[in-house]
């Protein structure tokens, strides 16, 4: 089976912007650049290794209008109700959701439509590490090439040249040790997300990927 990386099209889709000037934060901002991460951080949950949010959320922006599907933020991504029912119609209950405001530094809203912050709920380490020759332990020649490191308690392919899968994993899930984009999905569900043409979304072949000094 065939996976591929879900990401952000910017640079390869003239319809959405480089990035948007914003920031997801627990509380509204003036200006999106005033964000105080002692609110954001204090959710984060070391025994979950993520952000556990239970209060509202703010998206706060100088962007005038915003109309995407997804859009990758902090450990998860904003998206809109047309990409979580699609990806509801392969993996039901697959996604943490929290919705967001999205307001722009004046305080009005500035959506196009609705959008909730999302998390995938399947994670795992996907890596077959025993197959990436991770320093040399298959060619001493390239001793170096493939390195794993630790990342916040969890380890993680830090360099790799090839990125080789354990056999038997879901149709999407979020794989912990491939930073920082680590949202995969197979074929079928790459397939689907494309004929509905998302503003945002981009697949990467994973068999094109190598992950260089991340």
């Known amino acids: 089976m065939t ?20 920031q997801l934060a627990p509380a509204r901002l003036k200006r999106y650049t005033d964000l105080d991460h002692e609110p954001r951080d204090k959710h984060w949950s070391a ?39 699609l990806l509801a119609q392969h993996v039901p209950e697959g996604l943490h959701l929290h919705p967001v405001e999205m307001v722009h530094e ?3 809203a500035n959506a196009a439509q609705k959008m909730s912050f999302c998390q995938i709920r399947e994670r795992r380490a996907a890596c077959d590490l025993a197959r990436m020759d991770i ?5 001493s020649e390239l001793a170096g090439s493939n390195r ?12 790799a040249l090839e990125i080789v899968l354990k056999p038997d994993l879901p149709r999407w899930f979020e794989a912990t040790d491939i930073v920082p984009s680590g949202f995969l999905v ?29």
């Open 135 to 139: 320093d040399g332990a298959i060619h």
């Open 186 to 214: 197979d074929d079928g569900v790459r397939g689907a997300l494309e004929k509905a043409d998302l503003l945002g979304t981009r697949f990467v072949d994973l068999r094109d990927a190598a992950i260089v000094a991340f």
């Open 47 to 85: 025994s979950k290794s993520r952000y556990v949010f239970d209060g509202p959320l703010w998206f706060t922006s100088r962007e005038k209008r915003i109309n995407l599907d997804f859009y990758p933020t902090h450990d998860g991504f904003l998206a809109s109700d047309r990409l979580i029912d």
């Open 106 to 108: 004046n305080g009005q």
């Open 148 to 159: 794993v490191q630790k990342l916040r308690d969890r380890m993680v392919v830090a360099c």
């Open 3 to 22: 996976y591929h990386i879900l990401t952000y099209s910017a640079d390869h889709d003239q319809r959405v912007p480089p990035f948007l000037k914003g």
